[in-house]
């Protein structure tokens, strides 16, 4: 079975340009998480999702991100306009629910703004 | 609210001693589940073991042990006659209740195996 997909894998972008990061979960997973990861502040939650719904944005770091889930096999993450302190390795995770939480990785995006 | 502790940040060992990783985790939640994930330097993040607050049972699969031990709130790791294929960042997690919110992770402990 395809485990959490995630596009780009690499991303070089210039300060002010719109970055977006896209995810497939795991097909029948119905809550999908987004992740930062920083050496300064490790992985940090952004938002989740259940049934497509967003459920907790309270990690969002600023307005500048947004993320969306149109249907049950695709979200979004978009920082608009990017600035350098957004470098970072963002993760997408998804996970059924009454599997004892287990969450599954996707390979991460790994964000670089100049 | 829940936090999980990883004090040791860096540990270097040479192949094939006994490496324990440590976990301290705190919680009000009396239903929790703990996690270990390794991350290898190529950068994925890979699950290996799902521990609930109900069951203190030791587990062991092949060179890898956990004990978990909720009078201390700990959930240590141990890899037996480590590999340099063990290098990597592991880190522990945790999950309260229902887990709606997603995972509590610690900092990591880098784990460098020498050959």
């Known amino acids: 079975d395809a485990g959490v997909i995630q596009s780009p894998r690499h991303e070089v972008t210039e300060m002010g340009q719109e970055v977006t990061l896209r995810c497939k979960p795991i097909s029948g997973h119905d809550y999908l998480f987004w992740y930062r990861q920083t050496m300064m502040r490790g992985l940090e939650l952004l938002i989740y999702f259940n049934n497509n719904v967003p459920i907790d944005d309270s990690g969002m770091p600023e307005d500048r991100f947004s993320a969306k889930m149109p249907n049950a096999s695709f979200s979004t993450l978009k920082i608009q306009p990017s600035e350098p302190r957004d470098s970072a390795v963002y993760f997408c995770a998804s996970r059924i629910q009454y599997t004892g939480n287990t969450i599954y990785f996707g390979e991460g995006s790994w964000l670089t703004v100049v | 609210a829940q936090k999980v502790t990883q004090a040791q940040t860096e540990i270097s060992v040479v192949e094939k001693e006994d490496v324990t990783l440590d976990c301290v985790y705190e919680?009000?939640?009396?239903?929790?589940?703990l996690f270990w994930y390794k991350q290898p330097p190529s950068g994925e993040l890979v699950f290996l073991i799902r521990?609930?607050?109900?069951?203190?049972q030791n587990e062991i699969s092949g060179r890898y042990s956990w004990n978990f031990q909720k009078s201390t709130s700990s959930f240590n790791f141990t890899i037996t006659a480590s590999q340099v294929v063990d290098s990597a960042v592991y880190f522990c997690a945790l999950s309260e209740g229902g887990g709606a919110d997603g995972l509590t992770f610690g900092k990591g402990t880098h784990l460098i195996i020498q050959p």
């Open positions: 521990r609930n607050s109900f069951d203190e």
């Open positions: 919680t009000r939640d009396t239903t929790y589940y």
